[in-house]
């Protein structure tokens, strides 16, 4: 079966400070995968989609960035952290094409508070 | 483009009450029809779904029907329990080209009380 996890599930940083979120995702190849943000209070903000090796579309300009080094890997980044940047994080994935009936996948989340 | 609206809450009902949480959308073509739920501190796990007219997801007692007349696909639960306090999300995935997104509503909290 499919699994996705991503990490650090908390973490705390202070403004100006780098970030690097990642997510993996296991039994399953080519998948699509996605960075959405939930904002307190607010609802799912899409950030980065990749539908295969080295290829991101951004859905939002921002000083955030995502990367996929492998298959399977889906990184989000930032070289310096804003206070508007915290927020609950979400990897998520779908599988290629029509498989899987469109249906996207989330991770556990990760809470990134910077102060 | 597409979007989808659900209603606003917090909506708060006592255990076993009638819960309907309303979601209509606008899209194009056939999409694929969602109910997403996030509880506390959690990540979003997939509580139902359809993929086209006249389609009834049903899982954990929540049902929803997939209308294209009106273009909604609201949840409903015929008794409530106090574990299903939780945010809810409508989402829908267009068909064809763009079904590699994914469009959410802006979520419902619901809060049930014993």
């Known amino acids: 079966s499919q699994t996705i996890h991503q990490w650090p599930a908390t973490l705390v940083q202070p403004v100006g400070s780098p970030l690097s979120l990642e997510c993996t995702v296991e039994g399953t190849s080519n998948p699509n995968l996605y960075w959405y943000r939930q904002a307190a209070g607010r609802g799912l903000q899409l950030l980065f989609y990749s539908v295969g090796i080295g290829q991101i579309s951004s859905e939002v300009p921002q000083n955030l960035s995502a990367s996929r080094p492998q298959d399977r890997q889906f990184i989000l980044s930032s070289k310096k952290l804003l206070l508007s940047d915290s927020g609950f994080y979400l990897c998520a994935w779908k599988g290629p094409g029509s498989f899987s009936g469109n249906t996207i996948y989330f991770g556990e989340g990760s809470w990134l508070t910077v102060v | 483009g597409n979007s989808v609206t659900q209603m606003e809450g917090p909506v708060t009902l006592s255990e076993e009450a009638f819960l309907t949480i309303n979601c209509t959308y606008t899209?194009?073509?056939?999409?694929?029809l969602f109910w997403y739920v996030q509880y506390p501190g959690e990540g979003l796990q997939l509580l139902l779904k359809a993929t086209k007219a006249d389609d009834k997801g049903s899982n954990k007692g929540f049902e929803a029907t997939y209308r294209k007349e009106t273009t909604s696909f609201h949840l409903e639960k015929g008794s409530v329990q106090v574990s299903d306090s939780a945010v809810y999300f409508c989402?829908?995935?267009?068909?064809?080209?763009?079904?590699?997104?994914?469009?959410f509503g802006k979520g419902t909290k619901l809060s049930v009380i014993p």
């Open positions: 989402a829908l995935s267009p068909g064809g080209a763009g079904s590699y997104q994914l469009t």
């Open positions: 899209a194009t073509g056939y999409p694929s």
